[in-house]
């Protein structure tokens, strides 16, 4: 059973991102602000749902959620900032999309720069204890899902479709094959012996 929120003084929003481990591809963030009430049996963390149930989640927390928003971070800034800010920035940018402002921010993990004039607190896992940040979770999962895909469309040779970026064997067999393309991220050292196609 999940809290819905961290504290309840404020409106509060959770959030979460989505693909910083990746080999490929932005980093997504999403910003949620749940009604107090909001229940759904299968809200978790991202990682610990089914793809087919997250997808339903993601219709759920859209239609009911007071407030959400989603940003992204594309490769060329991971790759000049770094992906700890470049997570961070994305957080900030759906944070600034909200329609409805919030009064304070639950952050999943322990780093965070501060959003200007919005309190916020940093909660280890927090996406498996706070549904806002679960249901941030969910939605910053599926829409990157949804854009590597895309992507997965032009570079079939990665098979993004299936692992979203993610340094699986297949993949990292894949880049050996075919070298990186432009939407790998330089910064990571992949593999420093395999050629940049682009």
């Keep these: 059973m999940l809290f819905n929120s961290f504290q309840n003084e404020v409106l509060e929003a959770g959030c979460d ?26 809200l978790n963390d991202s990682k610990q749902v089914l793809e087919k149930d997250r997808e339903l989640l993601r219709i759920v927390i859209e239609q009911e959620a007071i407030g959400y928003a989603v940003a992204s971070v594309d490769v060329e800034e991971i790759d000049s900032i770094n992906i700890l800010k470049a997570s961070i920035k994305a957080m900030h940018l759906a944070v600034k999309a909200l329609k409805i402002k ?7 993990g322990n780093r965070f720069t501060p959003y200007p004039r919005i309190k916020h607190t940093c909660v280890i896992k927090g996406d498996g204890l706070y549904a806002n940040i679960a249901a941030a979770s969910i939605l910053a999962k599926t829409y990157r899902d949804a854009h590597m895909r895309q992507l997965h469309a032009s570079y079939p040779r990665y098979d993004w479709a299936s692992n979203k970026g993610y340094g ?17 991220r330089k910064s990571f050292n992949i593999h420093p012996e395999i050629p940049t196609l682009f």
Excluded: M, Q
């Design 17 to 42: 991102e989505a693909g910083r481990g990746c080999y490929a591809g932005p980093v997504f963030a999403a910003a949620v602000i749940l009604p107090k009430d909001f229940y759904h049996e299968k």
């Design 102 to 108: 919030p009064g304070f921010l639950a952050i999943d």
């Design 168 to 184: 699986t064997p297949f993949h990292r067999e894949a880049i050996k094959a075919f070298g990186l393309c432009e939407h790998h």
